[in-house]
Structure formats: structure tokens, C-alpha cells
């Protein structure tokens, strides 16, 4: 191989990583759920109880930008859009259980639309997982197929070709109160 061509190939190396912004050494930032709404948005009425689109004044649409095409890392439960059996094409990723389907939809900027890079095995519903991927602000809508019918979720943003792993808890989940009759759903993995 000639020089001139080497150092071509590493001036062509080095602009794709410049035009992209890549930068192989960077680690994922870790981020919470509270990361993805404007920092002046109120969380919930009341503490006890998730966040609700229909709660806030714009239905939880305005969405944060200042993780737009980072990578980050989030985890959250996954609730499946695309499925072939246990394996996972597609999606919801969700800050607690039972959202989407069985309580009130978390607002569309608690709403990730995950397309992993290879097909996630997925032994549950709500199965905790990390995700790891550049994140796109912007209103998705998916059809999920739920036991008492079908449903539109808006999701605020999505993340295509993500890295996704197993993980035993979620640190910044939300806990049903004691009287909610989904309290089922939070069972303790041993």
C-alpha cells in the first residue's frame, strides 16, 4: 500500500469522525428521567403518583434539547412495539411498570421509541432494561397491542441502533402507591 494512499485513508478517517462529532473514547452520559423535560416542568401533583401527560399544562410535548444526538445512557422498563415471539424489535421505554397499558400514559418526553441494534430477547413485559444510543428529540407515534384492545402512545423521543442490557433495577423508577391495584406489577426480582 502506497503512503500517499495511508494517509488519504487517515485524512478520510479523521474528517468522518470530525463531520460526525464520533469520538470513540467517549462513555455514554448516564442520565435520568428527569433529564428529558425542561427543567421548569413540574413533575407530578401529587408525590405518590406518576406524571401524567393529561396533568401538565402542555401534555409533557415540550421536550429537552440539550441531549439532542448525545449518547446516553437511560434505563427504564421495556414495553414491546415490534415482537416475533421473545424477541424485540422495537420498544416503548418507560419510566415505570404498568405505563402504557395498564395506567395513564407517561407524557410523550417520558417516552423513549427504542430500535435496538440487533434484536432484544425479552422474557417479560416491563423487563428493566438499559439502553444505550444517540438520542433524537421528536413526537413518534406507535400501536401497541394491549390486552384490552389497542392503543396510540406519543413517544418525545427515539433512539435507533441501541445497545440494550438486562439491568436489576431502575435507579429513579417511580413506586405505585400502596393502594394502586397494579402494585402486582412491582415485583422484586431475586
Known sequence: MSKRFKSCAALAAALLLAATGADASAEPAHILWKDLRPATQATAEDANLPMIAAKLPDHGETLSLNLQDKTIQLAGYALPVDRDGDLIYQFLLVPWT???????TPPPNQIV???????????????PV???????????????????????????YTMRKAEVAGVDSVPDTVTLPVNSPWNFLNKKKN
Open 113 to 127: 421509541l427504542v430500535s435496538p441494534a440487533h434484536p432484544y430477547r425479552m422474557k417479560e413485559a416491563y423487563e
Open 130 to 156: 438499559a439502553v444505550t444510543g444517540v438520542l433524537k428529540p421528536g413526537m413518534e407515534k406507535s400501536q401497541l397491542f394491549i390486552l384490552d384492545g389497542v392503543s396510540i402512545v406519543q413517544s418525545g
Open 98 to 104: 404498568g405505563a402504557c397499558s395498564h395506567m395513564p
